[in-house]
């Protein structure tokens, strides 16, 4: 999301309630309806959906709640994913007419809206590639990358996300085991790649992700 969306849409949801929830916590489920547009202030959020023999899929870059939520209210259609706090989690809900309110009134808005959206497309589509093509390394780099450019806060010579992403999560993601996940997980640790510090996933070395995930 840009800057300048991104102080538009906080000016005009700052002005609701705001609500928090726990860690580990599930803001939504499939059936669910939404008669209001939620917009997160801090925290981080994880959008799965099950498959019918109980495994979880894992969809998106851990900040779909306000997408998610705008889309099914907006065309008031059921939702068919969970919603799983990733971090604590503090959101504002705004009524659903008074968002489409002003989406009438600003087409500036309305147009980086769009944008957005067309960004968010995008990265689903290519975390698609990178989940269904290649080796397992290559599942697991090409996802890690795909959170550097999406999530990543460049500090110096390294990037980190602010929460450690658990290998059952990164499984999920991608389609492997969680064994699997932490076996070349560990390697990319050893290798001076990624690292975990104070509850971050640092990552450390951006060119060689890259270059293993190109391999």
């Not at 779909?64 to 799983?84: D, G, K, M, R, V």
Request: aromatic share 10%.
């Amino acid at each position: 999301m840009t800057k300048e969306l991104e102080e538009q849409l906080v000016k005009f949801f700052s002005k609701y309630r705001l609500q928090t929830f726990k860690k580990g916590e599930i803001m939504s489920c499939p059936g669910d309806k939404f008669s209001e547009v939620l917009f997160v202030d801090k925290g981080y959020v994880r959008l799965f959906a099950t498959t019918s023999d109980g495994r979880e899929i894992t969809i998106g870059n851990f900040k779909p709640t306000f997408f998610i939520s705008a889309l099914c209210a907006l065309n008031a259609c059921e939702s068919p994913f969970y919603q799983e706090c990733v971090t604590e989690v503090s959101l504002w809900k705004a009524p659903t007419s008074d968002f489409q309110q002003l989406l009438e009134k600003n087409s500036q808005l309305s147009m980086l809206l769009f944008k957005h959206i067309a960004s968010v497309t995008e990265n689903l589509l290519l975390d698609a590639v990178y989940t269904k093509t290649g080796n397992a390394e290559s599942k697991i780099t090409g996802i890690l990358f795909s959170l550097v450019n999406t999530l990543g806060k460049e500090e110096g010579n390294h990037f980190s996300i602010d929460f450690d992403v658990p290998h059952r999560i990164i499984a999920t993601l991608t389609g492997l085991t969680r064994e699997t996940v932490s076996f070349h997980m560990k390697q990319l640790e050893n290798k001076g790649v990624v690292k975990s510090v104070k509850g971050k996933l640092i990552i450390t070395d951006v060119e060689a992700l890259r270059d293993t995930h190109q391999t």
